[in-house]
């Protein structure tokens, strides 16, 4: 099967050969969740790294598939630099290694046109290229509401892999595939404890509204408002990791 690319890139780009393949293909699809991403094989040659543009560390494939004028500038001038291939909805020529993403093979494949992340249509291209296992570091879709939706289309193709024989491997920090609870058997996980999620929650939001009204006037200084940011920053770190602990994963600094 041969791809569309950039004419700068190659005339034709089929499906990659693996220079490090032993016994079977193996590909990690990495994210920027910290709960995981450290745990991710950077260094086992055996393993492709497939991640989106901000990761700096090993990469064999990078993915764009956020619509062009999401991509920020930084992203834009990085991808003209790069030597790996660059998989996209849209092909440009100012980036000469990006390779146009098979969507009509891979929607036949998967039976289904319902890609609500980055991470679900790079897992699809890893099914469709018939990996022997996929694993996913530094992916939880967990923090905010869009991401929900977003969690349970990527269980779809996590479904489909382990149906079609692929071993899919989620590292044991991860919430993915756990939870709190099973349904008539126990009761969900609240968050009893030293602290709350709804103080957490009020707390943001009275932070949120200093921050507003620093910001209509100016006069009471940049030091102020740094502080303000500085907490909140805190405040999120600490709430992103209750929800992570909540929903099944490894609270951080736990084991």
Known sequence: MTFKTSRAFSTEHNLPENPVRLSS?????????TASLSSAPWEDRSWEIWAL?????????YFELHPDHTVKPELRDYYKD??????????????????L?????IE????????????AWMMALAIFEKADEIGLWGIELLCESEYESQRQNLYYF?????GLGINVHIPPQSSLLKANFQYGISE??????????????KRLAYLDNIERKIHADMDKGNETLLKIFGARQELL???DGLRHYLRGGIAPGGK
């Open 53 to 61: 543009g901000y990761e700096r560390r090993r990469v064999d494939r």
């Open 158 to 162: 996590i479904g489909l892999a382990r």
């Open 101 to 105: 993403y098979p969507k009509d093979e």
């Open 25 to 33: 293909r193996k590909i990690a699809i990495v994210g920027s969740a």
């Open 237 to 239: 770190v600490v709430r």
């Open 188 to 201: 969900p996980a609240t968050d009893e404890g030293p602290i709350k999620l709804e103080y957490i929650e």
């Open 108 to 119: 036949a494949l998967v039976l289904t046109n319902e890609f609500r992340s980055s991470p």
């Open 82 to 99: 790069i030597k790996q291939p660059l998989y996209v909805h849209q092909v440009r020529d100012d980036w000469p290694t990006c390779v």
